[in-house]
């Protein structure tokens, strides 16, 4: 075999040389942990048009904040020649992240160019999209008719006080509704909804909230607030575990729990016993689910992330702007697949200290929940 080394360049233009060789591997990826890869997720744009406090703060994410220049985004070409490479180790769910993805401007066309793509096997992609659904209403058929097959939707409260304290720029409950039923009208389902519980500030929304969902085709999950990135703050104080939230609910609604729709899947899935929905528990503080994860992530400017807690990523857009081929990078890909040894959740302390002096977190608006 004929091999090359290919050089990455991370944020601190520190990474390591890889020994790479230019035959594309073939069946399945597994990485240092056995774990494959199936999911990718994509973040299309850096910005967002929400300050939420658990993710982009506004003591923070500031009017003089500098985001990515257009020329350091991936283009919707580059995207889909890199998608294109991850479907073929395995991938089968892309999920367009940001920031908040509806603001990259002609989404659609990208979600077109992914709809095409095939699994090695002939199926189409399960393509999805993560949103603050402020944009969802004008969005939804279009994104449907460009070959979208669902949407998560955000939405930390149903009480508009607390959720415009939540989402810090005085954005309406009512809108976000508003945009969940156009989605569902369009065929973008099933529609899930993703609320962030934090204490002290929407824990008590909690009821209203599965009260509200019930009954209803929507599937509401309740996410651990997480230590991710740098500027959120976080405090373990500030964490409801998971195993409260289902003590909560099944004390007024009885749940029962279900099994997973495929290994690796975040959300722990209950029902309830009336039959009336499901809702899902998102836990990686308190249950961590490392050992099953099998997510890549790709930034808004091309690099390659194995962790959601990750300090640093590969460059993908580096070596495709530098002409290399397919076969250069999806061998890289391979080897970064197979190197990988992540599961922070289950080494994280109370403090989230351990990192490497000088290194941050990234922020999750640059490479998506």
């Known amino acids: 075999m004929t091999e090359k080394t290919i050089m990455f360049r991370d944020e601190r233009n520190l990474s390591p040389a890889i020994p790479a060789v230019l035959e594309t591997p073939t069946g399945l990826l597994g990485d240092a942990l056995a774990r ?42 580059e995207i889909t ?26 989404l659609e066309r990208l979600v077109g160019m992914l709809a095409a793509l095939r699994t090695p096997g002939g199926r189409p992609l399960d393509l ?55 989605a569902h009208k369009a065929g973008l389902g099933p529609i899930k909804v993703n609320m962030v519980v934090k204490a002290g500030m ?82 990686s503080v308190t249950q961590a689910f490392c050992k099953d994860c099998s997510r890549a992530r790709l930034s808004t400017e091309g690099k390659l992330y194995t962790c959601l807690f990750a300090t640093r990523g590969s460059d993908l857009r580096a070596l495709m702007r530098e002409g290399r081929s397919d076969a250069e990078i999806s061998t890289a890909i391979a080897h970064l697949w197979r190197a990988r040894t992540d599961r922070y959740s289950e080494t994280r302390t109370i403090n989230t200290e351990g990192l490497v002096q000088g290194e941050r977190k990234v922020e999750m608006s640059y490479i998506g929940g």
Not at 81 to 106: D, M, Q, S, Y
Not at 222 to 238: C, H, K, L, P, T
């Open 202 to 283: 929407n824990d008590q929304e909690i009821l209203p909230m599965a009260r509200h969902f019930k009954g209803t085709p929507y599937i509401l999950r309740f996410i651990e607030y997480m230590d991710v990135g740098a500027s959120n703050g976080w405090n373990m104080r500030e964490v409801i575990p998971s195993a409260e939230v289902v003590r909560r609910i099944s004390a007024e609604m009885p749940l029962v729990s279900l099994d997973a729709n495929y290994t690796g899947e975040t959300a722990a899935r209950w029902r309830y016993a009336d039959g009336s929905g499901e809702i899902g528990v998102i836990s």
């Open 36 to 77: 494959p890869l199936h999911d990718l997720r994509i973040s299309v744009t850096d910005r967002c048009n929400f300050r939420c406090v658990y993710c982009m703060p506004k003591e923070v994410f500031d009017k003089d904040y500098a985001y990515l220049p257009h020329s350091s985004l991936l283009s919707f070409e």
């Open 128 to 182: 999805t999209l993560t949103t603050n659904g402020s944009l969802l209403a004008k969005k939804a058929q279009a994104l449907k008719d460009a070959g979208l097959n669902r949407v998560t939707v955000s939405l930390d409260a149903l009480d508009d006080a607390t959720f415009r304290r939540m989402n810090d720029v005085d954005f309406s409950v009512s809108d976000v509704l508003n945009g969940i039923e156009a």
């Open 81 to 106: 020649r890199l998608a294109t490479l991850f479907v073929a180790h395995g991938v089968e769910k892309i999920r367009l992240t940001g920031g908040e993805p509806l603001l990259r401007k002609n």
